[in-house]
């Protein structure tokens, strides 16, 4: 019975100190942060800004963010000649990291491409550099 006691009582304090501690933490969501990056994946360029997310601030300068990013990626499409080419300018949804210090921000998505007919889909990775607003 003392045992039975004990695997009860030990979950209400993990959950208690879990409470108390994470309201020290922050970590929050964020819809937007008015932050715009460019950068470089897939052999072409990408513009983008953060979209949904959740984010982690170290301190009131700093923090770091995972979450969607609405982009336009910027490649030329290269095909056989006499057949039809995407568009250069490509709207997409992508992923990823982006550590933002003051307002300079630095940003790790990635991106997926899709199948073609001489490539299978693959998700890309990339690397960016921006500002915060």
Request: aromatic share 10%; with cysteine.
């Amino acid at each position: 019975m003392h045992q039975i006691k004990q695997l009860l009582v030990l979950p209400l304090l993990l959950v208690i100190c879990m409470g108390s501690y994470g309201q020290e933490k922050t970590v929050k969501g964020s819809l937007f942060e008015g932050i715009a990056v460019a950068g470089y994946t897939d052999h072409g360029a990408y513009i983008n800004c953060t979209g949904p997310a959740v984010k982690y601030i170290f301190s009131p300068k700093s923090c770091l963010l995972l979450g969607l990013l609405p982009s336009l990626k910027l490649k030329e499409d290269k095909v056989e000649a006499g057949k039809p080419k995407n568009s250069w300018v490509t709207p997409t949804l992508g992923f990823g990291l982006t550590a933002v210090i003051r307002h300079i921000a630095i940003q790790l998505p990635a991106f997926y491409a899709a199948k073609t007919g001489t490539a299978d889909g693959k998700w890309r990775l990339g690397v960016g550099i921006g500002y915060k607003f």
